[in-house]
DNA sequence: GTTTTTATATGATAGTTATCATATTTCATG
DNA sequence: CATGAAATATGATAACTATCATATAAAAAC
């Protein structure tokens, strides 16, 4: 057994950090693996010792990476303060410092940045998306719940409870971000991520 | 002059037409343009009588079929009827047709399916992208306006215009759209499609 | 019917891609 | 220190890409 289990581990490690660096900024198909493998500091030789194929990199990256930083966003802050949670979690999801990459400590959402490239790959790729979705569903859900409780109005808008309010929220948020993305002008650019957020709180009654 | 100018012409929307179709389905890095030009009957000679570059055809694709089809959106139903004209918008674009692409008259939106792609575009396709949303918004928050005035409670979430919260439901139809397919579970997709329609309508105040 | 203009087709080029075969390096084990 | 298994590097291949040069064909104008 030469060569450390712990180095290779970390070596692939590395990999998928830079595949998904690379794959939110140039999107799938706009990487190369000599790319990615020059990104983590490799040649191409070694790759398929680390992965499958291309795709089955991009299937770790969603199930993994994506993983992490929702670990970290769960695990940032309150979890004794809901509101305030929500409220800082789509203040800094709908930021202008994320859209722009420039962020730190809450890394890139890959959510926005793949998801139609996701929906057209196999169906492994799409069921490590689904999984995470799920989870950063849930995690928001778990925050609204105690929100929705206190007040105890009738909305007008047939019921709409905690986990269609944090399903709603992932669409407002990835969407909100990946058109602000999208947009060429500042100014409304900067409006779609202030009105986005206005449209999130509503959601999730804060 | 040989050759009408209409025959150009003609050819010229097959070609986008084609190539709308494709963009959409497949990404615009997931097809060449001799595939384009295929599915427009024609080869791949013929191409560059018409744009300029690949890119210069995404920049038309946004451009014009998008919006032809906000045209035909703006003036399918009721400019009378702005509640109704909202709520069947939302229902008709977050419905699973659209997501499966079976729907009729009411094309496959490029803003979902595009949005990364043109966000890593050069300055042309995105002032062209820009340039579509602003008149979605523009569309859209002209039928929240009578809306608005109707109802005029304090939200609590801070005032709330009628171009702002046209700007969030673009963003949250679109990305719930993108999330429905990128979902794998047929479930869960649903139930993407049914919490956008619900957070929609309760921005839209419908 | 000839000419001329231009849309389209065919063929070619240079670059890139994912993937694999083979060579080389690394380092735990004996 | 030698060995051998496994990680990485180098080199190659076949397919694909966007783009262009040249050839063909169509059809309007005289």
Redesign the pocket.
Known sequence: ????EA??AE?RTRILDAAGRLFRRDGFKG?????V?AEAG?????????FA???DLLRAVVSEVVFADLIRMHERGGKNDPPRWLAATIDGYLSEAHRDRTITGFSDCPMAALAAEVSRAGPEVRSAYTEVARDLMGAIAGRIEPQLAEGAEGSGAGDFDAWERAIALVALLSGGLALSRAVNDKALSAAVLEAARKGAKLIART
Not at 42 to 50: K, V
């Open positions: 057994m030469p060569w450390t180095h290779k070596t990487v190369g693996i000599d790319k493998m490799l040649t191409r030789g070694g790759f398929y010792a680390h194929s291309k795709e």
